[in-house]
């Protein structure tokens, strides 16, 4: 498949208590996947999918009222997910995806693109103007695809990450929602 065309094959669906578990899996992999080299492998070993299950079968159950968790899914089952809701930052009118997570196997599909735009679409919905996502500076593959789909970088600054180790993380800014969700300007 071409980069950047879109797989039919996937669908998204806002995620249910129900999907508590496959999300814990999802979350679990992607990380191990994903942050090999970027986190301590001891902690990346301890993680735990039924701690995951747990942290996503509550947040399911008692979403904030702008919170929105979307999965993706091809026909084996849950390959990837989205959380958002109002910015850490409590900017006014700025929403943030907190978590964005694609199984490599998913990867480089479309899919990861879908969910971003279609959970800032939902963000948007909920009365956000602006959307910020948070990366670690040295995970070059998520800043690039953050940067193909039109977030502005800012400089990198330190936030505590996993065991208290100080982590350098870069947000992405879309001033605009509308930008990333195809609207045009009012």
């Known amino acids: 498949m071409a980069h950047g065309s879109v797989d039919t094959q996937f669908v998204l669906f ?34 735990s999918a039924e701690a995951h299950t747990r942290r996503f079968a509550r947040a399911l159950l008692h979403p904030g009222p702008d919170d929105v968790t979307l999965a993706a899914a091809d026909r084996g089952g849950i390959v990837g997910y989205a959380q958002g809701g109002p ?12 978590t964005l997570y694609l199984l490599k196997s998913a990867q480089n599909r479309g899919v990861g693109a879908r969910l971003l735009v279609e959970t800032a679409r ?6 956000a103007v602006s959307l910020v996502v948070s990366v670690l500076r040295d995970n070059v593959a998520a800043r690039g695809f953050y940067e193909h789909l039109g977030g502005a970088a800012e400089p990198a600054r330190l ?28």
């Open 14 to 47: 806002p995620a249910g208590p129900a999907d508590a578990e496959a999300l814990g899996r999802v979350h679990v992999a992607s990380w191990r996947e994903t942050y090999r080299g970027l986190l301590p492998d001891a902690y990346l070993a301890r993680m």
């Open 87 to 98: 910015s850490r930052r409590q900017v006014a009118g700025e929403a943030e995806i907190a």
């Open 122 to 127: 939902a963000l948007a919905a909920h009365g």
């Open 159 to 186: 936030e505590p990450g996993p065991g208290g180790a100080m982590l350098h993380e870069v947000a992405y800014v879309w001033a605009d929602i509308r930008t990333l969700i195809g609207e045009p300007p009012r």
